[in-house]
T-cell receptor, first 113, second 109 residues
Framework: ETGVTQTPRHLVMGMTNKKSLKCEQH?????MYWYKQSAKKPLELMFV???????ENNSVPSRFSPECPNSSHLFLHLHTLQPEDSALYLC????????????FGQGTRLTVV | GQNIDQPTEMTATEGAIVQINCTYQ??????LFWYQQHAGEAPTFLSY??LDGLEEKGRFSSFLSRSKGYSYLLLKELQMKDSASYLC??????????WGAGTKLIIKP
C-alpha cells in the first residue's frame, strides 16, 4: 500500500467509448502525475499537476484529458482511443515538484479494442 | 537529447551479488533515482543519489559518478523476492524525471 489508489485496475474499452481513470492520494502531497508505461519502454510522463494546476503537458494527444479537482484527486478522461494507447497508466504523487521520492499507484491496465 | 541506458535483462543466483548499471545524459542534473517494480505492481522508491559516491541501505546500495554520467544499483544476498524490474531515472534541470526502460532481474535458486 503506497498511499496512492487507482481505479479501475483493469479496463477494456472500444475505440468509440468514453471512460475515466481515477487516482486518489492520501499522503497530503502537492504534486500529482500521470504516466504511461508500455512493455519494454521507459515510463512516459503525460501530465503534471502542482497544487491543482497543470504545469506540464508533454505533447499528449487530446483524446487524453486530465482533471484535478483538488489536491487529493486526479482523473484521466479517455475518448476515441486507439489500439496503440493500450498500456499501463500509472498515477504518482510527490510532496512537491522536486519529487525527491514519488509514490506510485498500482496502475490501470488499459486495453483498447 | 536526453537518454537513459540500462540492460534489458539480467539473471543471478539466490544468495549472490548483482550489479545493475545505468548511464544517463540529461539537460542538467538534480539526482539519480532507482525504483523497484514487481510484475503487476506499482514502482517503489529504492534510492536517490545526488552526490558522488556509494549510498548503502541494507542489502541494497547505489553508486553515482556525476563526471561519468554513471550509476549502479548493487544487490547483495539475493533473495527470490528480489526478482523484479529495476528502473533508473535521472532528474533534469526542470525537476523532470527521465526514465530508463528498466532492467528485468531474474533470480534463480
Amino acid at each position: 500500500e503506497t498511499g496512492v489508489t487507482q481505479t479501475p485496475r483493469h479496463l477494456v474499452m472500444g475505440m468509440t467509448n468514453k471512460k475515466s481513470l481515477k487516482c486518489e492520494q492520501h499522503l497530503g502531497h502537492n504534486a500529482m502525475y500521470w504516466y504511461k508505461q508500455s512493455a519494454k519502454k521507459p515510463l512516459e510522463l503525460m501530465f503534471v499537476y502542482s497544487l491543482e494546476e497543470r504545469v506540464e503537458n508533454n505533447s499528449v494527444p487530446s483524446r487524453f484529458s486530465p482533471e484535478c479537482p483538488n489536491s487529493s484527486h486526479l482523473f484521466l478522461h479517455l475518448h476515441t482511443l486507439q489500439p496503440e494507447d493500450s498500456a499501463l497508466y500509472l498515477c504518482a504523487s510527490s510532496q512537491d515538484l522536486e519529487q525527491r521520492e514519488a509514490f506510485f499507484g498500482q496502475g490501470t491496465r488499459l486495453t483498447v479494442v | 537529447g536526453q537518454n537513459i541506458d540500462q540492460p534489458t535483462e539480467m539473471t543471478a543466483t539466490e544468495g549472490a551479488i548483482v550489479q545493475i548499471n545505468c548511464t544517463y545524459q540529461t539537460s542538467g542534473f538534480n539526482g539519480l533515482f532507482w525504483y523497484q517494480q514487481h510484475a503487476g505492481e506499482a514502482p517503489t522508491f529504492l534510492s536517490y543519489n545526488v552526490l558522488d559516491g556509494l549510498e548503502e541501505k541494507g542489502r541494497f546500495s547505489s553508486f553515482l559518478s556525476r563526471s561519468k554520467g554513471y550509476s549502479y544499483l548493487l544487490l547483495k544476498e539475493l533473495q527470490m523476492k528480489d526478482s523484479a524490474s529495476y528502473l533508473c531515472a535521472s532528474m533534469d534541470s526542470n525537476y523532470q524525471l527521465i526514465w530508463g526502460a528498466g532492467t528485468k532481474l531474474i533470480i534463480k535458486p
